[in-house]
């Protein structure tokens, strides 16, 4: 299995109301030496975390401990900049599974639904609203569906509805990438191979 099974998820929330959030910004290219999915975390927005001399930047907000949790809430242009794939690792592997945003770049969406991360694009009405309720409270929760394709503010109950690709939802709710969604078919697949042979 590539990653874990995406189904339901309830958690809190890290508030990072920030557009255009660029790849750039989410793992610095000097990061990128590495070919494995690993370590990345690490250096997720490290210049926003650190200072030159490595101490954490107390006003950043994943150095601030009232804010957990995995789901990232970004703001509208989530993800832009280079199509560098080790953004969407840097994410996954300090721990979020689901970034919500009023808009995604491309690349970056498709790069996180194939590595497991749920990329929820959310009206900026909607978004303004969980920005509302996690500033009320840090510990408010928000539970994305992905069957039901629901993201829903458990403190006030208001709830949107989300798109995704019904082949990337297939493979997220398995745990798939492309790799294990082929050798899920391996016995359709020969099968139809022994057909042709006739």
């Given at each position: 299995m590539?990653?874990?099974?995406?189904?339901v998820?309830?958690?809190?929330?890290?508030?990072?109301?920030?557009e255009n959030v660029?790849?750039?910004q989410i793992?610095p290219?000097r990061?990128?030496?590495?070919?494995?999915r690993?370590?990345?975390?690490d250096n997720l927005?490290r210049d926003?975390?650190y200072n030159?001399?490595?101490?954490?930047?107390?006003?950043?907000?994943?150095?601030?401990?009232?804010?957990?949790?995995?789901?990232l809430?970004?703001?509208?242009n989530f993800?832009?900049?280079s199509?560098?794939e080790?953004?969407a690792?840097?994410?996954?592997?300090?721990?979020?599974?689901?970034?919500v945003?009023?808009?995604?770049a491309?690349?970056?969406?498709?790069n996180?639904?194939n590595i497991?991360?749920?990329?929820?694009?959310v009206?900026?009405?909607?978004?303004d609203k969980?920005?509302?309720a996690?500033?009320a409270?840090?510990?408010?929760?928000l539970?994305?569906n992905l069957?039901e394709?629901?993201?829903?503010?458990?403190t006030t109950?208001e709830?949107?509805s989300?798109?995704?690709?019904t082949?990337?939802?297939?493979?997220?709710?398995?745990?798939y990438d492309d790799?294990d969604?082929l050798?899920?078919?391996k016995?359709e697949?020969?099968?139809f191979?022994?057909?042709?042979?006739y």
């Amino acid at each position: 299995m590539a990653y874990d099974k995406f189904t339901v998820l309830k958690s809190s929330a890290v508030p990072m109301p920030i557009e255009n959030v660029d790849t750039d910004q989410i793992i610095p290219a000097r990061f990128l030496k590495a070919t494995e999915r690993k370590g990345f975390g690490d250096n997720l927005f490290r210049d926003w975390r650190y200072n030159t001399d490595g101490s954490e930047k107390k006003d950043f907000v994943l150095n601030n401990p009232i804010y957990s949790g995995k789901i990232l809430v970004g703001g509208k242009n989530f993800g832009s900049g280079s199509s560098r794939e080790h953004a969407a690792w840097a994410i996954y592997d300090y721990g979020f599974r689901c970034v919500v945003s009023s808009f995604f770049a491309d690349i970056f969406k498709n790069n996180s639904l194939n590595i497991g991360i749920l990329p929820v694009q959310v009206s900026a009405v909607f978004l303004d609203k969980i920005f509302t309720a996690i500033e009320a409270n840090p510990a408010a929760e928000l539970e994305v569906n992905l069957p039901e394709q629901k993201i829903t503010i458990l403190t006030t109950g208001e709830s949107e509805s989300f798109d995704i690709n019904t082949y990337k939802k297939h493979n997220m709710t398995n745990g798939y990438d492309d790799i294990d969604y082929l050798q899920a078919m391996k016995s359709e697949i020969q099968l139809f191979a022994e057909k042709s042979m006739y």
